[in-house]
């Protein structure tokens, strides 16, 4: 469910979401209308694979099938910083702190990646059969599925895994960054396609 360098064979099933949440956007009215992605790559995008792939975190080749989702509206003020010597994700217009989140970037031996990202795709659910665990509220920020924001593991069953959701915090992923269960649905319904992503340490 989070990154780990190995082939793309492994069996992710995914379920990603055709209309946009109702939750109300802290950002204001034009935070929050549906728009389809346009069919362009995101800006500075080291990866060069379509908009319609499904999150398979760890693959070298993102499965296909599943389209994309209506994306909330892009706000060029908003962006995330990602801070992983403190386990913490801000949200930020402009300069303003709209929210912070603690996360679980990746373990010693399987990192989440320093740099500028873009938002990319997103989808309600994913089950890696290689990890034996799946997330909830993906939203991808490398590779088309391959590195994620997500909520802490789930398995198969859709439970939450306790003994992972307990490490919230402290790196504990595959390359992947956890959020809680509620913060995940909070970014996942509120943070647009191409928002800019700066993750350092």
């Given amino acids: 469910m989070d990154e780990a ?3 793309g064979s492994e069996k992710v099933t995914s379920v990603v979401k055709n209309d ?14 549906p728009s389809q992605p346009d069919s362009e790559k995101i800006p500075n995008s080291d990866e060069g694979s379509p908009k319609n792939q499904n999150p398979v975190p760890g693959s070298q080749n993102p499965a296909s099938g599943l389209e994309t989702i209506s994306q909330p509206t892009q706000n060029d003020e ?3 910083d990602v801070d992983q010597s403190t386990q ?3 949200i930020l217009k402009g300069n303003t702190v709209i929210k912070t989140m603690v996360i679980s970037s990746g373990k010693d031996d399987t990192p989440t990646p320093n740099g500028t990202f873009y938002i990319q795709n997103r989808g309600e659910w994913f089950y890696s059969e290689k990890y034996k665990q799946g997330g909830k509220y993906w939203v991808s920020f490398k590779g088309w599925g391959k590195y994620l924001f997500h909520s802490v593991p789930f398995n198969r069953d859709k439970q939450l895994i306790e003994e992972e959701a307990s490490l919230l915090g402290q790196k504990a992923s595959h390359g992947c960054i956890r959020l809680s269960v509620e913060d995940a649905r909070w970014f996942y319904e509120n943070i647009p396609q191409k928002t800019k992503v700066e993750i350092h340490d």
Avoid: D, I, M
Wanted: aromatic residues 8%.
């Fill in 5 to 7: 360098h190995h082939s």
């Fill in 20 to 33: 946009p949440s109702e939750t109300p956007n802290p950002f204001g009215s034009q935070g929050k209308e």
């Fill in 78 to 80: 908003l962006w995330v």
């Fill in 88 to 90: 913490t994700a801000r």
